[in-house]
Nanobody, 127 residues
């Protein structure tokens, strides 16, 4: 079992930055590929970024490429998302998700493919 708890969301002005964290319980965190998703009101949950089990590979949605950086610390069992140059369209609830597939070459994959989800953290970007 893996439990995921996100934190770090909040209200920020356009152009600002936030750093999200996802704390994981359970010793198997380091063997899982980890992703960030987001869901805006009235929209489907969408892929944001992914990182392989060892951090060697990352992948991003086109909409966040160059602005967001995903990273992980397998000693601290924590996943991060550094978000810079935020835009109002980044406003959403952000979720971390764990996938037992440790590699990310096939990302994005269907939402149903993920084994564990966090409860989400709200990010609001004002114009």
């Amino acid at each position: 079992q893996v439990q995921l708890v996100e934190s770090g969301g909040g209200l920020v002005q356009a152009g600002g930055s936030l750093r999200l964290s996802c704390a994981a319980s359970g010793r198997i965190f380091s063997t899982y590929g980890m992703d960030w998703f987001r869901q805006a009101p009235g929209k489907e949950r969408e892929f944001v970024a992914a990182i392989s089990w060892n951090g060697d590979s990352t992948a991003y949605a086109n909409s966040v490429q160059g602005r967001f950086t995903i990273s992980r610390d397998n000693v601290k069992n924590t996943l991060y998302l550094q978000m810079n140059s935020l835009k109002p369209e980044d406003t959403a609830v952000y979720y971390c998700a764990a996938n037992r597939e440790p590699y990310i070459s096939t990302r994005p994959v269907p939402v149903s493919s993920y084994d564990y989800w966090g409860q989400g953290t709200q990010v609001t970007v004002s114009s």
